[in-house]
């Protein structure tokens, strides 16, 4: 009888646990089905730390650091109401094989990922800062993998994905133009 109840019991651990695989896949759709633009996705790296920042929710997922980011892509490619403005660490491109096995096969893999997005390059602790800020009023969803390559963490800030900047433009300026720029009295 022990021991039934010990198997049954390593079952449930195994079965969660790999049903639990997946559940980072569940979780970013409905996030992206919620989210709007100034809200943020990361996918980072082992060593990325945990923000404090109260909209700021991390959860970290066994998976390959770049099938997340290639599942992030696929699932904003498919949202009409948002696009994302993709954001790297100017570091990774200065980060030496030697130091750091793996990162010259990594940065084409990425770039391979990323060649149809609006990719920009910062300084990490600029990226960190943007997102700190946003975490104050935005909600951020941190994805931790477990990869051991440092400045690998790949940011998606959300933009509207059915207005442009120069849509917005437009707008002020005809509201400029009409004199109608504060709210009605």
Not at 25 to 34: F, H, M, T
Not at 59 to 80: F, P
Request: hydrophobic share 40%; aromatic share 8%; charged share 20%.
């Amino acid at each position: 009888m022990r021991k039934a109840t010990i198997l049954m019991v390593l079952l449930t651990i195994v079965s969660s646990s790999a049903m639990a695989a997946d559940n980072w896949k569940q979780k970013l759709q409905q996030d992206i089905a919620i989210f709007g633009h100034r809200n943020w996705i990361v996918v980072a790296d082992s060593a990325y730390p945990l923000q404090t920042s109260p909209g700021i929710e991390t959860i970290t997922v066994d998976a390959d650091q770049l099938a997340v980011v290639k599942e992030v892509i696929s699932q904003l490619s498919m949202a009409k109401h948002v696009k994302p403005i993709v954001y790297t660490d100017t570091e990774l491109g200065y980060v030496p094989e030697k130091e750091a096995t793996g990162i010259t096969a990594y940065r084409e893999a990425l770039a391979g990922l990323l060649a149809s997005q609006d990719r920009q390059k910062l300084l990490h602790e600029q990226i960190i800062q943007k997102l700190d800020e946003a975490g104050k009023t935005f909600k951020v969803l941190v994805i931790k993998t477990p990869l051991t390559i440092p400045y690998t963490s790949v940011f998606f800030q959300l933009d509207c994905g059915y207005w442009s900047p120069e849509d917005e433009s437009r707008l002020r300026a005809a509201m400029k133009a009409s004199g109608k720029q504060s709210p009605a009295k």
